[in-house]
Every structure is written in structure tokens, then in C-alpha cells.
């Protein structure tokens, strides 16, 4: 089941590739339900019979390859799909049939979904670097694919982002082998005890950096904006609802993992990311709030949402932080990707990316609108979403630590979050001026992004049976 | 599920799914749209109704489901909370009526009346939330489905207005949200339950307390309007009619004020409240806002505006009466819950139908008006009159069970507040009055929109709703004694909230 996660999008992708964007469309969306149903399944199997384990080939570590799936990874992965399937319909209504995006999206959002998935099931530190390279030149690829002189020097940009990024987390990964002589993160965690050496903080710090440059955490975010905004919808919608929580993924495993107990020792260190966490949110809303071109808008709130994610790590100590957390990246995920896809189908409505052409467009395609709204509802933190659950988890968390600084961080970052919200809303219920035109848009790319947004506000309804699942380790 | 627990789910659903429903519709299928509201709004009726009775019967209705581990989303229909479900869906009624009429033949009237469903849906979530949580969620849904209501006209006005709106709510409901949070980390729950459920904690977390206590004030104040949380209502007015009945007595600050009935009568419970020394200044508070709002609305000359600094004046009559340590301020402060609301939706009706028929949006082009709005301003005008508390009137049963509860508590001073505010309520509305019916007519209107016909000075669907409130604030005053009275209901509250046995005395 695991090796079909990875297996399926690699062959699909390789399809696409051979076929054409025509008949390799309808073999993608074929292979991405088959996906659903896999991580469905097993999510199911985890949480009937806990953790699932696979060698692939029948050879073990250290020989072979090991996957595993506890509650964290069955949970990401349930989220890729859920995000992959709905963008997939959307895009294959977004480009035309003769667009020259189209003919690279397919392959290569492919190989982008086997690198995340392998990522999600990896068990030893090298192969996620394998699957950490894979997933970021899938990216580059796709933010390229545009073919406009812009597109490409954003795409040289989160290049040259990534690699260095990887380049990092490999150092830090060589260096734990030339230690310790291995690379499994289960013989690692007990091995790296609080008297490790300094070289291992070392490796920590270039593994955990490298990864916050590829997560985008503020000051690292310069790449993001560019290459979000810039890239087709679909492909925006993709990068910033589940690549990036990729790298984010990676930090939760070696902090809860391999470096639980140098975490514990330098009890300072869970400040550094939360700190930069809080810088992000007020940089990433304020930059929100000024930016004049709607997918910029949308593209820093996700660097102003990343950074919510990074105030886990001094409440990891409680009971529920990994639920808290997973619930913030599961409603990032499914509003974000909404909001991108419904930010794609307003400017190709209105012909321009920017937010003051947005007057009208409330009776013009409401539809698209109250997707936009919903998922902005679920940024925001309002209650009943998933980021109402989400908030209302880290800010009791924070409370039970007694650190007041991290409650009113995501209290103001949720009122930010509405100044950037309504300023889209309200500049759309504005009545149309006279001789505005909006073109008419295929109806599937109005009602996918709005099924992602009613998504992020349903799970707000019930998130139990997600955080049963989380909670299984 | 039994039916004592698919009762409340229903009560929602009567309004989310012709909510929801009315958004899919095209905005020419008027027919459709009309009878799905009026469906709605009717089935509504008749299961508050089987709740009414079975509640009166000592049925208990509730529902939960488990959103996180140890977090539900749980309803409950008590007596308090049905006082505010009966006001509204009643109100909701005629507010539905008014709009159909007030809206004929204007643009995007789907859009229009899923919010306004969706309003009344979380209205209901309001009065029938069992826990704060639940409370909340339907307390911020309130919000978000009233921004588009206010901002409706598409203008750079309501955009303003609607900007305001949110800028107090949003901030208002992060500080509420921060209260309850708090106060579920420390009791690890949020359930209402008569007497309270903070006295459970002891002493060492008295000041804990009365800090959260001060932030849930202020999250609820904001809707309530308490000075000097209140400058969105006047802003608000630039909204529709139908919206401002919305806002000034079917829901929005009714659900402040309720908020805080339920907070100090079952979070806090109101012996402890009043142990924590919680009810002195929350009394001062509401004094300051009832005479400040009566004061400011005398100096204003747009109708609508007018009415606003009335509003904010007459909520906190609620919160004082809430604050009157007694059972016979609690009545009043209940009882007028329901009369202002039956109150100021005529009272904003009226105004509705002065601008829509004649253009009147100022007080001093009222001139004369009763001679061409006869029934309007009879309307109008009994409204005006419950405001200032005159006899036979709704207003008059509310002003003497807060006087009585005010020298029952020992508080003289809130009588003084109560009289003062009764004078300025005169002050501005009497002259409203005389104009109306003493000065001549005009030789024209600021702009007629619908001539008369007979004895229809205008559409009949704007007529009817003020002259139904109109009579009901009349009924409500002079049946007070009635058992299906909101007087009665709000002594049954009443002796369920008070553990002690008080003899409950008419005044």
C-alpha cells in the first residue's frame, strides 16, 4: 500500500509525459483517486492497528530501503491527496488544451506528489534528502513551466533557494553518519543523548536551518513571494498548500526524533524558531496588508501562516502540541490551496492581478467569491473552521505553559489576517464600474476551489477523528 | 437520536437550509425565494412553539457532538434561552415580510436573504449554545454573515460602516475568545449550569476570575453596545431597514446583551458574581451607557441615527438589570430583552417606510408627517411611547420591575438613572411626536417614491410588520399578567436561577 503511494504518481507522471496532456489528464485523475483511497486506507489501518512498516523489496535497513507510517505521516499524507485531487479537476480546466504549461504540469506535479509522499513514509534521514531533492526540483519545474522571463528568474531564485537549502540538510546529514554511522532515525533518537557532541549541534542546526530556508520561515521567505505568486494557479495553490510543510514536516520529526533530547537540553533553543514563527506572522500579515496584486496578497499570507507553525515548538513539551499543529497545517492547506485556486479564477475573470480590479466581481461570480471568503474564514481563525480549532488549541496550550506572548501573537495574527481578507472582500462587493468587463469562467474552476474552502471550514466541525489519528506514534 | 434531541437541530435547520438554498437561486425566481423564506421563517415558529410547551411541561432538549477531544459543540433549549429564541423567530417573521417588501424589484436580493437566514441561524446557535465554545462559534458566525448584510448597497458608505462593524466586533471577539479560553484551561470545561460553574474553582482564582470576567465583558460589550464599545451601531445604520431591525433587536445586540445574562447567571453564577464584586461595576457601566446613549440622541437629526443612540441607551436597561443584585431586577432586565426588541424593530420599520415612501431621512423633514402616514406613525408613535415607558405600554412593565429591582438591591442611585433617562428618552422623542402630528404638511416630500392608495399610504408589505409589532408592544404591555406573557416567562427564569426561595412580588 505504502509503495503504491510513491509507485502510482511516478507512473501516472511518466504517462503524462509519453501521452500528451490530452488522455494523460484523465490517467492522472485515475491515479490521484487511487491515491486518496490509498492514504484513506491507510489511515484507516493505522489507526485500527497502529504503526504500518514496509521494507521495500523485502530488504530492511540498513540494507534496503524502510518505510514507515505512524498518525504524523498518514495525516500529511491524507492531506496531499485530499489538496492534489480537487487541484488536479482545477487544473485541468485551467490551462488550455494547447498550453505549453500543461504539457510539463502533468509530469511534473507527478514526480512533485511521489517525492512528497515518499517523504511522508521515509524512515531514515538520506532518503528524505533523496525525496527532499526530488519534490524541490519538481517545484522549480513547475514554477519555470509558465515560460515567462519573470516565472524563470523567480524559478532561479527558489532554485537556488532549495539547493542551498538541501545542500545544508545534507552536511548535517553527513556529518550525524560520520558520528554515529548511521542514518535511521530510530537507532539515531536513542543514540543522541543531551552530552552529544559538538559537531551534532552542528549537523542540528544545518539540518534544521536548511530546512527552515526550503519552509520559507521569515527571514528565509525572500524566495516564496516570487515563485507563488508568480507560478500558474494550480501550481501556487500546490506549492504553498503542501510542498512547503514538506521541509516543515522534516524539522517536527528530527525535533519530536533524532534531537528530542538536545531540544530538551537547551531548553533556549525552542525560542529561536518560535521567535522567527512570531516575526513572520507580523511581517508576512503587514506585507499582506500593503500588497497591491492579489496573488501577492495570497502568497504572504502563507509566509505570515508558516509562521504559526513554527510557535509549536516551546509548547511541544504538552499534551495535544502535534495535534495543535497538524490541525493548523491541515487548515493552511486546504484554505490556501483554495484561496489560490479562487485568486486564479478572479484574475482570469477580470483579466488583472491586482486587488483594486476586484469591484463587482461579488455579483459576478459569487460563487468563486464565497470560496475566497470561506477559506479567508479559515485564515483568520473564525470560528467554525479548522483554523478556529487550530488556534483555539495553541492559545490553550499556550496558556497551560503560561506563555502569554505566544496567545497574543495568534490572536493579533488572526485580526492581521482579517485586515488582508476584507480588504479583498470588501474592495469585491464595491458595485461594479461602469465598462468593467468580466469574462465569463468554466464553472469547475469556480466550484473546486470552493469544495477545498467548504473542506477547511467542515473539518472545523470535526476534528476528531484527525487528532485520534495524529496521536498515534 | 431522539426526538427531544433532533428539537434543537431542527430549530437551525429551519433557517440554514432555506439559507442555503436561497444562495443557489437564481435572483429572478422570486416566487421560490419568497415561499423558501417564508417556509422557513413559519416552520421556525411552530417547533419554538413545541419547544415553548415542552419546556413549560419540564422537558429538557439538548445536543452534543465532540468537535476535539474534550471540546463539544453542544445545544441546549432552557427557559432563558428560549425567551431569546421566541423573540427572534417571531421578529424574524415579520423582519422577513418587511424585507420581501422593502426589497422588491432590487438587485442581488439571493444574496441578500441567505445571509439574512444565516443570521437567524446563528442567532438561534446563540440562544440555544449549552457551552461557551458553542457561544462563541455562533457569537463570530453573527458576525460574518451581518458584514454583507450592512455593506449590501455596494456603496463607499456601507463600505464604510461595514469596515467599522467589523474593526469592533473582530477585536471584540478575539478579547472574548481569549476569556474563554482562559476559563476552559482553568475548568477544563464551559458548560452553562444554573448558579454558575467558576464558583467550582476557590478563592486562590478569584482574581484570575474578575480578569476574565472584565475580558468576556468586553468581547460581548462590543455587540451590546456598552459605552464606550458602541461606536459601530451608529455607524451601522447606513445598512438597509430590514438590517437594522437585524442588528438593533432581532440579533446583534441581543446577542451581546444576552451573552452577558449568561455569563453572570451561569458561568459565574450570580451570587458569586456578586461575591467577586463583579456586579457594581457592570452596573455603573450599563448607568453611564443608558444616560450617555439618551443624551448623544437627542442631538441627532437623522432619524435612523437617532434611533441608534437610543438602542444603546436602552440594551444596557438590560444589563442593568442583570446587575441588580435581586430577583426583580433580573426580571426586568429579561422582560426587556424581548420589549426593546418588540419596540425598536417597529420603531425602525417606521423609518424604513418614511425614507422608502417619502424619502424622509431626517427628523426635520418629518413635519406633518402622520396626515400622509396615518397608520405609520400611529405605529411610530406607539413605539416612541413604549420607549419613554408610558403606560399601556411594553416599556412601562420593564421601567417598574428595574425601579422595583433597583431599591429592592438598595440601589437608589440606578432609580435616579432610570428616571433621568426616561426624560431624555421623552425629550428627544416627544418632539419627533409633535412634528409629526402638529405641523403642517409640506408642499412637497424630500422625495416620494410610492403615492398613496386609499388607506395604503404605502406597500402593505411595509405596513403590515410595523402595525403587528406596534399592537404587540401594546398586547405585552397590558397582558403582562398573561402566562404566555414575556413578563411570565421571565419570572420562570428568574425562579430557576435563584437557588434561595424568594417570594417574587408584582410591583
Known sequence: MMVWLILLPLLWASFAFLLGPGRGVWLAMA?????????????????????AEHAV???????????????????????TQCVALPLAVYASAYFKRDDPAATYFWPLVGFLLAGLNALFLSADLFNSYVTLELLGLAAVGLVAAGGGAQQIASALRYLFATLVGSGAYLLGVALIYGTYGTVSTVTLTPLIGAGAPDLVWIAGGLMVVGLMLKTALFPFHFWLPPAHGGAPAPVSALLSAVVVKASFYLILRLWIGPFSSLTVAANLVVWLPALLGMLAVFWGSYQAIRAERLKMLVAYSTVAQLGYLFLIFPLLVSAGALQAVIMQVFAHGLAKAAM???????????????????AGVAERLPVTLFAFGLAGVTLMGLPPSSGFLAKWQLIELALSQQYWVIAFVVLVGGLLAAVYVFRVLRQAFLLAPAGSVVMPVPRTLEWTAFVLAAASVLLGLRGVELMQLVGIT | MNFNELLPLAVLASSLLPGLLIFTLPESWVGLRTALNLFGALIKLALVLLLILGVQAGESYGVHFAVLPGLDLAFKADALGLLFITLSAVLWLFTTLYAIGYLEGAPRRSRFFGFFSLCVTATMGIAMAANLFTFFVFYELLTLATFPLVVHRGTEASMRGGTTYLVYTLIGGAVLLTGIIWLHHLLGHTDFAHAGIAVALGSAYDGQLQIIFLLLLIGLGVKAAIVPLHGWLPQAMVAPAPVSALLHAVAVVKAG???????????????FAQALGLLLPLAIFAAVTIVWGSFRALFQDDLKKRLAFSTVSQVSYIVLGVALFGPI??????????????????????????????????VSEMNGVGRRMPLTSIAFTIGALGMMGAPLTAGAVSKAWLIDGASAAGMDWAIWVLWTSSLLNAAYFLPILWRTWFKSVPKAWPGEHVAA????????????????????????????????SPLSWAKLIAEREYLHEMIIRAP
Not at chain 1, 34 to 41: D, I, K, R, S
Not at chain 2, 257 to 271: K, M, N
Open chain 2, 257 to 271: 446583551a444576552f451573552g452577558i445574562v449568561r455569563i453572570v447567571y451561569e458561568v459565574y453564577g450570580i451570587e
Open chain 2, 453 to 484: 392608495r386609499g388607506w395604503r399610504e404605502t406597500a402593505w408589505l411595509l405596513l403590515l410588520p410595523p402595525m403587528m409589532t406596534a399592537a404587540m408592544t401594546l398586547l405585552a404591555g397590558m397582558y403582562s399578567s398573561n402566562q404566555m
Open chain 2, 329 to 362: 431586577g433580573t426580571i426586568g432586565g429579561l422582560v426587556h430583552l424581548v420589549h426593546q426588541g418588540i419596540m425598536k424593530i417597529t420603531l425602525f420599520f417606521c423609518a424604513g417606510n418614511y425614507a422608502e415612501t417619502l424619502g424622509i431621512h431626517k
Open chain 1, 340 to 358: 489560490f485556486a479562487a485568486a486564479g479564477t478572479l484574475i482570469k475573470a477580470t483579466g488583472q492581478d491586482t486587488v483594486a480590479g476586484l
Open chain 1, 31 to 51: 491515479g490521484l483517486l487511487a491515491q486518496l483511497w490509498l492514504a484513506y486506507a491507510l489511515a484507516e489501518e493505522i489507526v485500527a492497528s497502529g504503526v
Open chain 1, 57 to 79: 523489496g523485502g530488504w530492511g535497513a540498513p540494507l534496503g530501503i524502510d518505510l514507515v507510517a505512524d498518525g504524523l505521516s498518514a495525516a500529511m499524507l491524507l492531506l
